[in-house]
């Protein structure tokens, strides 16, 4: 019994170790369309309030994106909880994906705290529009390791998509029409990415 129970760790052992360096597809796309989706909602939203479209005042700013927060996260855990095991989920890719993406949230969680502390004492609220640039400097760095550990082009090139959009919004940032941009930017470095990824995910284990 305790020569088979061995046996089957090795086993599991050896293919863990396989699984690690094999460029297995990236299963991170619902993910990546989920807040793609909502980021593009968002910007547009904040796009619409800063013409006068939608709401009345600099209120409507915070429910844009207290709104977007509670979503996020409980859209994120919803989706957590009811992905299935995939094939190649300890992949090089799929491990490093779970770490650097945590990393790009909680950057951006303290790019928004300090943004918040600059805006109340005197920056203004002008000072939330370098959150922006900061966001897609880590899509960039979180698309192109990610893609280059499973060799995957399309994640690749949206990461290269993310760097422009970073030098792009920073030269735009006195812009009426920024935010329109950036929505169009997520629209085509997160949102599309993760729907293409989600098609090419492997079906379920069992």
């Not at 994106?65 to 009811?82: D, E, H, M, T, Y």
């Not at 949230?105 to 705290?113: L, P, T």
């Amino acid at each position: 019994m305790t020569d088979a129970r061995a046996t089957s760790d090795d086993i599991d052992y050896v293919r863990r170790l396989a699984e690690s360096g094999a460029h297995a597809p990236l299963l991170g796309g619902r993910f990546m369309l989920w807040w793609g989706l909502l980021l593009t909602i968002a910007y547009t939203a904040h796009h619409l309030a800063l013409k006068g479209m939608i709401g009345d005042g600099e209120a409507i700013f915070g429910w844009i994106w207290i709104s977007f927060s509670i979503v996020g996260v409980l859209g994120q855990l919803l989706l957590a909880r009811g992905m299935p095991a995939k094939a190649g989920a300890g992949s090089a890719g799929n491990r490093a994906s779970r770490t650097i993406w945590v990393a790009a949230a909680c950057s951006i969680g303290s790019m928004v705290i300090g943004s918040a502390v600059a805006a109340s004492t005197g920056a203004g609220a002008g000072a939330f529009d370098w959150i922006v640039p900061v966001a897609f400097a880590v899509y960039a760095s979180a698309l192109v390791v990610t893609g280059t550990l499973a060799r995957n082009r399309v994640t690749v090139a949206a990461g290269a998509g993310a760097v422009i959009m970073v030098g792009l919004f920073t030269a735009l940032i006195l812009s009426p029409d920024r935010y329109l941009l950036a929505a169009g930017g997520v629209f085509a470095t997160v949102l599309l990415p993760g729907l293409l990824l989600l098609r090419s995910e492997p079906r379920s284990e069992g």
